[in-house]
């Protein structure tokens, strides 16, 4: 199943949720009239003292009007509520279960640890990479990973499983993690937990009505908030139910993702059997919502297994080690070695996941040896959102290819803005003299400074790495404060423009910036699927296809090629494409187009990057250049494609 596949099947879970919603909804309704009616029944017939008690009348429409609005009422609006805390993503859940936000410049050994796991693992499935939570007070093994999109994920891992496992373990569970980033399980999570919290308020609303004033002998509110204390028990019943539903099969599925992205068995099998031994329970208030989310059972056993929210541990440990013993493993916290960088990996040993091409020169030594020039169209669909150990060993090797200066910048705020600016300084030295000292009027304190500072390291690097650079600078961006975001954005925009013409790449890498950093603006965007069909977006394909096409070549003649050999790929509306000039393909409409193709189904996405592949590939081949913008623009429809890794064997013999 491929990456658009399985997001496809998580947007068919929503249905299911809410198919499983409305019927735990309608119980509920049930339940709460059923009650309602035997309470004021009891009320009445009490009150008639010395007379007739009344008759039970089983149908009282005026009565269930009310049940069911109240109800109703009640649910949509917690439900309401909770999906609004959930809008900023995954550090919403993370700090709501006590996560403690991890420095990207800490220098603490296990946080290091865990920093350097997930750096590598988001360089290698190319996505920005995730807030890293700690929760300080769970000393059981356990982790998440919660948000919307790859955009504002975030991964909390407790205490127990940053000390407790080795790297090898530690890498095992944040790829389970990244499994979940990439199939689209994140957000599917977030609104079971949105969903959920409107079913569970009924209780709250019981203890309210239990307090309510009046006589205790004539008060059938507060019996009435008594059953619905016991209803809210129904609610949690169905929670957990359909919590269980969703998230088993998909723990099985996101075991193998792991093992696949790290293929190493043996280290994810390892960190099971730890949590066998020390054990996976979260002792946070809120631990019973995201309790789907973890990568192991954060509650206690469940009285019914049909209750389990994830398969059973010996299960997942013969599902990928079949050798087991059935022994599960004690585990003691030793101080791990000091990760002040990473193990240095050869570039030059590592096989590619993507074709080369014969006779196509690699790329020399001043590029690091990481990618060659070209790789074959039919290698980049099939990749997206599928990393593999390849990948993982290149993100290694290109994180250490980076200077000192160049790896510190990356993590300080100030500096990562710097950073930045320093990719889109002018190669021109005049023109590059001026972009410098307008930056140090326009930047804040000492980043002008910086920037030209950085620029000599950062020039030599070549294109295919200014992406991850740039993921690997978000999470330093993201602790800008609002004033210190609209003053980078502004200047931000000033740079791109200051040469007088603006890059295709640097446009789509400032989207890249601007999207994953828009929670600092105080702004959110839609993540859920708004088009399910091509015809809205017909007009949106051609902006887009267009732009590549006019990108591609400046021959009239090759661009219109270029554009007849991706347009089909878009499927029954690709009749409807125009091939649309400069003029009404610029970066304005690109924009627009972009933001509304990314509220596309997963086929409609798929469909438009192989058409872009086709396009810019139209000579059968993808330059660098143009392998790296495609990869940018999948950034921005939330289509991950991991990095194009050379394999310099294959080349060097070739050549």
């Given amino acids: 199943m491929d990456f658009f596949a399985h997001q496809d099947k998580a947007r068919k879970h929503t249905t299911v949720l809410v198919i499983y919603f409305v019927i735990a909804v309608l119980c509920i309704i049930a339940s709460v009239y059923v009650a309602s009616l035997l309470i004021f029944y009891g009320a009445g017939a009490k009150q008639a003292t010395g007379a007739p008690p009344p008759e039970l009348v089983l149908w009282d429409p ?21 999906t609004a805390t959930l809008s900023k993503g995954g550090s919403a859940v993370a700090e709501s279960l006590g996560g403690r936000l991890v420095n990207p410049n800490t220098n603490h050994p296990d946080e290091r640890k865990l920093r350097n796991v997930i750096e590598e693992m988001a360089i290698a499935a190319g996505v920005p990479v995730p807030k890293i939570y700690v929760l300080d007070d769970e000393q059981g093994i356990n982790a998440f990973a919660a948000g919307h999109a790859p955009g504002d994920a975030a991964i909390g891992v407790t205490r127990g499983c940053m000390t407790l496992l080795n790297r090898d373990e530690l890498q095992g569970v944040i790829g389970h993690e990244f499994s979940h ?79 696949q992205f790290t293929r190493n068995p043996v280290g994810l099998s390892g960190a099971l059997q730890k949590i066998g031994g020390v054990g996976s329970q979260v002792e946070s208030a809120h631990a019973g919502e995201a309790s789907h989310m973890f990568f192991e059972n954060g509650m206690g056993k469940p009285f019914l297994g049909a209750l389990a929210t994830h398969p059973p541990l010996g299960e997942r440990i013969r599902a990928i080690d079949p050798a087991w013993d059935g022994k599960f493993k004690a585990a003691s916290s030793k101080p791990v070695a000091a990760e002040s960088s990473r193990v240095r990996a050869n570039p030059g040993s590592s096989r590619s996941p993507f074709p080369t091409i014969p006779g196509m020169p690699a790329a020399g030594a001043t590029d690091g040896g990481f990618a060659t020039n070209a790789v074959l169209m039919g290698a980049v669909l099939p990749s997206v959102g599928k990393p593999t ?91 800008l404060r609002p004033d210190e975001f609209e003053q980078f954005s502004q200047t931000l925009d000033w740079l791109i423009e200051s040469d007088g013409q603006i890059e295709l790449f640097e446009f789509v890498l400032q989207k890249i910036v601007r999207r994953h950093l828009a929670s600092q603006s105080g702004a959110t965007r839609p993540t859920s699927v708004q088009f399910h069909t091509l015809k809205p977006l017909v007009r949106d394909c051609s902006v887009v296809l267009s732009a590549l096409a006019n990108a591609s070549s400046s021959n009239a003649a090759e661009v219109a090629r270029a554009f007849r050999a991706g347009a089909p790929h878009l499927g029954a509306k690709a009749d409807a494409l125009q091939l649309l000039p400069r003029t009404e393909s610029g970066l304005k409409q690109l924009d627009t187009a972009l933001d509304r193709l990314a509220l596309g189904a997963p086929q409609i996405k798929k469909n438009l990057i192989e058409a872009g592949v086709q396009i810019v590939g139209a000579d059968g081949l993808l330059q660098e250049r143009e392998a790296e913008l495609l990869r940018a623009i999948a950034d921005t429809l939330d289509c991950p494609i991991p990095p194009f890794v050379a394999d310099s064997e294959a080349t060097g013999d070739a050549s």
Wanted: aromatic share 8%; net charge positive.
């Fill in 389 to 479: 150990p390849l990948h993982l060993d290149y993100a290694k090797a290109l994180w250490n290819s980076f200077s000192e200066k160049v790896q510190a910048a990356a993590r300080e705020p100030l500096d990562a803005i710097a950073l930045v600016y320093a990719m889109l300084l002018s190669p021109d030295d005049a023109l590059r003299a001026k972009q410098l000292t307008e930056l140090a009027q326009q930047a804040a304190a000492d980043v002008g400074e910086t920037t030209a500072t950085l620029w000599p390291e950062v020039a030599p690097i070549a294109s295919r790495a200014r992406l991850p650079l740039v993921n690997l600078a978000l999470p330093a961006l993201r602790q």
């Fill in 181 to 259: 980033i990439l199939n689209g399980d994140m957000r599917l999570n977030l609104r079971i937990m949105g969903i959920l919290f409107g079913i569970l308020c009924l209780a709250v609303i019981g203890r309210v009505l239990i307090y309510s004033r009046g006589g205790r002998d004539r008060n059938p509110l507060m019996f009435l908030g008594l059953a619905l204390i016991v209803i809210g028990a129904i609610g949690v019943f169905f929670g957990r139910l359909i919590q269980a539903a969703l998230s088993r099969q998909r723990e099985f599925l996101a075991d193998a993702s792991s093992v």
């Fill in 62 to 82: 005026q009565l269930f009007l009310y049940v069911v609005l109240g109800t109703l009422g009640v649910v949509i609006i917690g439900s309401l509520y909770k």
